[in-house]
């Protein structure tokens, strides 16, 4: 029997041919912005391909056209991107953002209902609550408290269930670890699809990354990343990533080109650096976010912790939720001082190896203060309901000596 190799041995080499690239072990970066034909029968067949004017005859392989719709650093790194989430297909953006906004436009229109999960991170919040709005397209949000029946019957006092087309998530929420159930999500979208019209369930799965859970197999149709954080996690390059079907994703690619938003060869190249290292990064992280969460679980100073591992049986549809979609507790930690925001200031201006910034899942330990910062332009009234308070502060855990990131978080602690 063959042996499959898994994922983080396939990032050394899966996609590339080095005998195409003079033998180089590692994929050039193929800095150019146009590709030189064979022939002008050869450039023709490219172009009918890459604009669907007709499907590939058997064997036919795409071929390089403009590098604003494929390069071969894209293609190499939207190859290994689909190992982790066993996806037929990826595409690769110059931002998170631009990945996010660029499905949510290809799949909604002027008069559709997006069906949403709060909280979200505060970029896809106010794109969805303040731009789509704009543009005629209706937005619903529902938090982790209700039950799928309490979902469906507030998409139904909408008015305009039968406009339904996209049910977006996060999970883990950002940054308030919340729990979202992929499973129950599709078949809140199923059931208001109809055999003419699929609601489409969208995730993004930033905050556990490529390794820690994969929505595509709970019933996600697009699974969406940050790519800057664990994917690039270096804190050196900004990126976003897409996948899905083929079907879905060539829908998803078509409105890259002409959006213009695709990430660059010099992007591409650096996220394969970095996808060979992402295991080995990941697992560190968690390992040092189980230790950090513990210690501040212990900590007179601090109220409370959002971390997965701390989820228990009696926490009932969160604890459920976990044991079925999550491989790992990640390497999130939010947790809540005693006291307020002059408190929380206190913690984060007195940290000396954590460096005080947004972002996450890179290799430095990085702090922030959600309810001011990543999240300061989200509705005061959400912010108090989900907890995202002043008194709330956001960890994103490295690869350090854990003991030497926990000795820095309890000095800070001490100088509240």
């Known amino acids: 029997m063959k042996h499959k190799m898994k994922p983080e041995s396939l990032m050394m080499s899966h996609g590339y041919k080095p005998e195409l690239s003079e033998g180089a072990i590692k994929s050039p970066i193929f800095q150019t912005s146009t590709f030189v034909f064979k022939s002008a029968e050869e450039g023709k067949a490219f172009f009918e391909i890459a604009y669907g004017l007709r499907e590939k005859h058997k064997g036919e392989k795409t071929g390089l056209i403009y590098s604003r719709i494929n390069n071969p650093d ?108 992929i499973k129950g999500c599709k078949e809140i979208a199923n059931l208001f699809s109809t055999p003419e019209k699929e609601i489409l369930l969208a995730v993004d799965n930033t905050y556990m990354g490529p390794l820690w859970q994969h929505p595509l197999k709970h019933g996600a149709d697009l699974v969406l990343y940050s790519a800057t954080k664990y994917i690039g996690g270096h804190s050196d390059v900004i990126a976003g990533a897409c996948l899905g079907s083929f079907k879905l994703m060539k829908r998803v690619k078509g409105l890259r080109t002409f959006l213009g938003n695709m990430a660059g060869p010099w992007t591409g190249w650096l996220l394969l650096r970095s996808l060979e290292t992402l295991k080995v990064r990941m697992d560190t992280q968690a390992f040092n976010a189980e230790r950090v969460a513990n210690f501040l679980n212990h900590h007179n100073k601090v109220e409370k912790v959002y971390f997965l591992g701390n989820l228990k049986e009696e926490d009932g549809e969160q604890y459920q939720i976990k044991q079925r979609q999550c491989l790992s507790n990640g390497g999130m930690i939010s947790f809540d001082v005693k006291g307020g925001e002059k408190e929380a200031f206190k913690f984060l201006n007195s940290l000396k190896l954590i460096k005080l910034a947004v972002s996450l899942g890179s290799t430095e330990s990085l702090a922030e203060h959600p309810a001011t910062m990543t999240h300061a332009d989200v509705e005061f009234a959400h912010k108090q309901k989900l907890s995202i308070t002043e008194k709330m502060i956001r960890l994103s855990i490295g690869v350090e000596n854990y003991n030497d990131i926990i000795s820095d978080i309890d000095q800070a602690l001490e100088k509240i």
């Open 74 to 181: 894209l293609e190499i790194l939207e190859n290994r991107l689909c190992l982790w989430d066993e996806a037929e297909e990826a595409a690769a953006f110059e931002s998170g953002m631009s990945a996010i906004t660029t499905v949510l436009l290809e799949f909604l229109k002027p008069g559709d209902l997006l069906l949403s999960s709060i909280p979200l991170y505060g970029g896809s919040d106010h794109f969805i609550n303040k731009i789509l709005p704009k543009w005629g397209i209706n937005v619903a949000s529902f938090t982790v408290d209700q039950t799928k029946e309490d979902i469906i019957k507030q998409v139904e006092a909408t008015g305009l269930a039968d406009k339904l087309a996209m049910v977006y998530i996060e999970t883990p929420a950002n940054p308030t670890n919340d729990l979202y159930d």
